[in-house]
């Protein structure tokens, strides 16, 4: 029954995803790019990215610029008190080489909770990265990830 149950859930998972892009695929009002197209980068071309704030989508309390220790055991405490059952993820990475990679951003979103945006190069960040491994570990919880392949 538990193969049963969980093929199920897959099959409702998917079905709620490809109603989503449905919904959104005609909406480029929804898009979050015109925020950002909005930003000189012209004028922050020698800033340290991190403490630059980010632009204003207008509805800030359902995201969060995780961009010190501080913020990452927050963001911790948020998803696990939120109990997700689906947790999405994309990295964000600067290749140097074929062999070598340094991840650069973490982006973290849920079925429950606000959305996260976590500069693991800010000061202390990438330190507190690893209390999300419990989160990733968790069995009950459906992980998904842009572009995972082996």
């Given at each position: 029954?538990?193969?049963?149950?969980?093929?199920?859930?897959?099959?409702?998972?998917?079905?709620?995803?490809?109603?989503?892009?449905?919904?959104?695929i005609?909406?480029?009002?929804?898009c979050?790019?015109?925020?950002?197209?909005?930003?000189?980068f012209?004028?922050?071309?020698n800033?340290?990215?991190?403490?630059?704030?980010?632009?204003?989508?207008?509805?800030?309390d359902?995201?969060?610029?995780?961009n010190?220790?501080?913020?990452?055991?927050?963001?911790?405490v948020?998803?696990?008190?939120?109990?997700?059952?689906?947790?999405?993820?994309?990295?964000e990475?600067?290749?140097?080489?074929?062999?070598?990679?340094?991840?650069?951003?973490?982006?973290?979103?849920?079925?429950?909770?606000?959305?996260?945006?976590?500069?693991?190069?800010?000061?202390?960040?990438?330190?507190?990265?690893?209390?999300?491994?419990?989160?990733?570990?968790?069995?009950?919880?459906?992980?998904?990830?842009h572009?995972?392949?082996?």
């Amino acid at each position: 029954d538990n193969m049963n149950d969980t093929h199920i859930f897959v099959q409702e998972a998917t079905k709620r995803g490809k109603e989503t892009i449905e919904r959104l695929i005609d909406q480029p009002g929804l898009c979050l790019r015109d925020a950002h197209d909005g930003i000189d980068f012209e004028q922050i071309v020698n800033e340290d990215l991190s403490t630059v704030d980010p632009p204003t989508l207008g509805y800030d309390d359902t995201w969060m610029l995780v961009n010190t220790a501080d913020k990452m055991r927050q963001c911790v405490v948020e998803l696990r008190d939120a109990q997700p059952s689906e947790i999405g993820f994309d990295l964000e990475m600067y290749n140097k080489s074929k062999y070598m990679q340094i991840t650069c951003l973490l982006q973290l979103t849920s079925d429950v909770g606000k959305d996260y945006v976590i500069d693991v190069l800010a000061s202390g960040v990438w330190d507190c990265v690893s209390l999300l491994a419990p989160l990733f570990a968790d069995a009950s919880i459906c992980k998904i990830g842009h572009a995972i392949g082996g």
